[in-house]
């Protein structure tokens, strides 16, 4: 699966150790290669007045880039990462108990490649 910010290609089956010890919110131990995070859009929808949540799944680069809190934003986060997949583009949040899982999700970083 690719990163749907930088476009590498992570292999699901391989963890990694996180890079940046320094961040101090992760663990010393191998994890995921991918993260899944919530993007807020920057507009309100018109009929309920609610931003639009969408997910990114990011390599451990892409994550320390974000520098996330609980969620990113679309204008302050997401757009300045220059990512490969755009915010309009980006799926809504598997609801399902997988939710947080990147395989949840399509990878949409080859997607936009081939396009």
Do not use: Q
Not at 19 to 27: A, C, G, N, Q
Not at 65 to 81: A, R, T, V
Not at 101 to 108: H, I, K, Q, T, V
């Amino acid at each position: 699966m690719k990163c749907y910010g930088c476009g590498v290609e992570k292999d699901m089956e391989k963890e990694e150790v996180y890079p940046y010890p320094e961040d101090d919110r992760l663990t010393t131990d191998p994890i995921p290669p991918l993260f899944v995070i919530e993007c807020e859009s920057e507009a309100r929808d018109p009929e309920t007045g609610y931003h639009d949540f969408r997910v990114v799944v990011v390599c451990h680069e892409c994550f320390h880039k974000l520098d996330p809190d609980m969620w990113i934003s679309e204008k302050h986060c997401w757009n300045p990462l220059n990512p490969k997949v755009p915010f309009n583009k980006l799926p809504k949040k598997n609801k399902e108990e997988d939710g947080w899982e990147p395989n949840a999700y399509p990878n949409l970083a080859e997607d936009e490649n081939e396009s």
